[in-house]
Structures are given as structure tokens and as C-alpha cells.
Nanobody, 122 residues
Framework: VQLVESGGGLVQAGGSLRLSCAASGVTSSIKTMGWYRQPPGKQRELVATIASSGGSANYADSVKGRFTVSVDNAKNTVHTIDLQMNSLKPEDTAVYYC?????????????WGQGTQVTVSS
């Protein structure tokens, strides 16, 4: 599975951004997708995850009520995962990574996108 993110950029505090991630390859093997982020000088952290079926989303406490994750799973195959980010804060500044977890040819895997920069100015 290959993942390509888009939609990052610079936004003022209180603004909104929408990140998208396009999946390709054996997308029928994906079980869960998610978003992680790595703030400057800090460790990578989980932002949100969602089942490939579109249900069962989970969020980090720091983004609950502000971020919404969704998947496009037409014909039961994941095509894209989006992250709608509202009420952005300077502490949301980070490189955001899309992930996909699944099972294929007898092995579990976790794929990562290349990352997209989100910068929130105060």
C-alpha cells in the first residue's frame, strides 16, 4: 500500500485545514487508517484512527471536538482518508503523516505517507 498526503500549509490560529491521503496498491487489505503528527523537536504522536469500514474513530484528547477523520470506502475498498482540522492552535503545528495498517500475504503491515507540513501562526 502506498500513501500520498496533500492539503498542508500555513493557517492562522482559529482557522481550518483539510488534509487528504490517497491510498493505492492492495487497498482491500487495509483494516485501519490514521493520522500521526510530529511537532518540531518532539516525538511522533497519534492524532486519530478510523476503521476502514468508516466506523469506530478514535482521537487524541488534544484534538477531540476540533478534528474529524473520515474515509472514502466505496465498494468496501479504502481510497482516501481525510482529516478536517478546525479551531487550529499553534500547538497543532507539525508534520502530519497518514498511516494504513492491514494484513497481506500472511503478514501484518503498517504503511506511512511522506508527511505534509501544517503550520499554525498565532
Amino acid at each position: 500500500v502506498q500513501l500520498v498526503e496533500s492539503g498542508g500549509g500555513l493557517v492562522q490560529a482559529g482557522g481550518s485545514l483539510r488534509l487528504s491521503c490517497a491510498a493505492s496498491g492492495v487497498t482491500s487489505s487495509i483494516k485501519t487508517m490514521g493520522w500521526y503528527r510530529q511537532p518540531p523537536g518532539k516525538q511522533r504522536e497519534l492524532v486519530a484512527t478510523i476503521a476502514s469500514s468508516g466506523g469506530s474513530a478514535n482521537y487524541a484528547d488534544s484534538v477531540k471536538g476540533r478534528f474529524t477523520v473520515s474515509v472514502d470506502n466505496a465498494k468496501n475498498t479504502v481510497h482516501t482518508i481525510d482529516l478536517q482540522m478546525n479551531s487550529l492552535k499553534p500547538e497543532d503545528t507539525a508534520v502530519y503523516y497518514c498511516t494504513a495498517q492491514g494484513y497481506y500475504l500472511g503478514s501484518n503491515y503498517m504503511a506511512w505517507g511522506q508527511g505534509t507540513q501544517v503550520t499554525v501562526s498565532s
